[in-house]
Each structure stands twice: as structure tokens, then as C-alpha cells.
């Protein structure tokens, strides 16, 4: 028997690494999530659209219930894991669930100044933003994923990222993607103040 995965279809995609909390409020995630606490096991968020559900998706884990409420909703913080791809959709349950095998990344290791640079092109922004860049390190094993999940970025953006098998090839389009929104964002930084 093959074990299948609760899916919990979002309009997001969950990175690796990136926390996401939930309020869950629907009777059949009611279900799911309750059955992941009982069970200590994730789930896997996938990215919904009107084609269905991505074929590759991302394991999140219950890091706590941050509220209980009467009528059985709640509010859970949980971090995405691992990265898996959809073998197959089962709709036997009242939440969908998956065959599903995990996706591992080449074994390959980003140079150091592409860490760099990712770095401090999302401190700029961040700045810019008016927030703080924290907990950040540039030896995070996922540095791409942390650095696009902590940002409001393009949903197809980070869906390919998710797909990307290669840090280095991540980071380079991290890079490529705010090296192209920051002119935007320093223009606008500077209209602010003027």
C-alpha cells in the first residue's frame, strides 16, 4: 500500500523552508489537519489554479496551533519541507489526496559570490520596503527559496523555483528577478520621500 498525501490546494506556492500560517475553516481541512496532528505527519500544498492542481507541490509541516476556536477552526503555523511531484490525484475522501514522490535537488553548491549578491539585492529591497531582513544566513541550505518566500513575488516565479532542480540555477534567477524589479521599487522608494 502506498502512502498518499493530504493535499491542501492554496492560491500560493509553500517554499521549502518558508513558514505559512493557515486558517483553517473549512469542514474537510478540519478533517485533514486534525488528521495530521493526531497522526504527526505534513500535508502537501499545492498551487491551485482553473486547471486543477500543480504537479509539483511542497510538504508543510504543523509547527503549532496558534488558536482554537468553538467551532473547530484554527489558526496553525507550518514550514514548508520537502518538494514533491503529483504521480497521482485520489478523491476518495472528502480532501484530496496524493500518490507522490519527493524531489531531490543535483549536488551542486553555489559560488560564493552569487550568495552575495542574492544576499544583498533582497536586503535592498527589503529596505526599501521598510522592513527588516532577518534570520537570513548565507549558508541556509534553501538560501533561494528563504530569500523568495520571504518576498511577494510572482506566483508562476516561484512555481518555477520550485521546479528548479539546482541552487545555483535558483539563486542566478532570484538574482535576474530583483535585479529586474528594483529600479521599479527604487524609483517608487524615491517618489515616497519627495
Known amino acids: 500500500m502506498s502512502l498518499l498525501l493530504p493535499l491542501f490546494p492554496l492560491d500560493l506556492v509553500l517554499l521549502p523552508g518558508v513558514p505559512l500560517p493557515l486558517h483553517v475553516f473549512e469542514p474537510r481541512y478540519k478533517e485533514m489537519i486534525a488528521e495530521c496532528l493526531d497522526e504527526k505527519k505534513p500535508f502537501g500544498v499545492v498551487r491551485a489554479s482553473s486547471d486543477g492542481v500543480a504537479d509539483i507541490g511542497c510538504t508543510a509541516e504543523i509547527v503549532e496551533v496558534t488558536k482554537r476556536y468553538d467551532d473547530g477552526r484554527m489558526d496553525i503555523l507550518t514550514r514548508g519541507v520537502e518538494r514533491f511531484e503529483v504521480l497521482q490525484v485520489h478523491e476518495k475522501r472528502t480532501f484530496l489526496e496524493a500518490e507522490f514522490t519527493v524531489i531531490e535537488d543535483e549536488p551542486d553548491t553555489p559560488a560564493s559570490d552569487l550568495v552575495q549578491q542574492a544576499m544583498h539585492l533582497h536586503a535592498e529591497i527589503v529596505k526599501l520596503a521598510g522592513a527588516d531582513a532577518e534570520g537570513l544566513e548565507a549558508d541556509d541550505e534553501h538560501l533561494s527559496f528563504l530569500l523568495a518566500g520571504s ?40 517618489a515616497r520621500w519627495n
Not at 516561484?158 to 532570484?174: G, I, W
Open 151 to 190: 518576498l511577494p513575488l510572482d506566483l508562476d516565479f516561484k512555481q518555477k523555483l520550485l521546479t528548479t532542480l539546482s541552487e545555483p540555477k535558483r539563486l542566478q534567477a532570484v538574482i535576474s528577478y530583483l535585479e529586474a524589479v528594483l529600479p521599479g521599487l527604487r524609483r517608487a522608494s524615491k
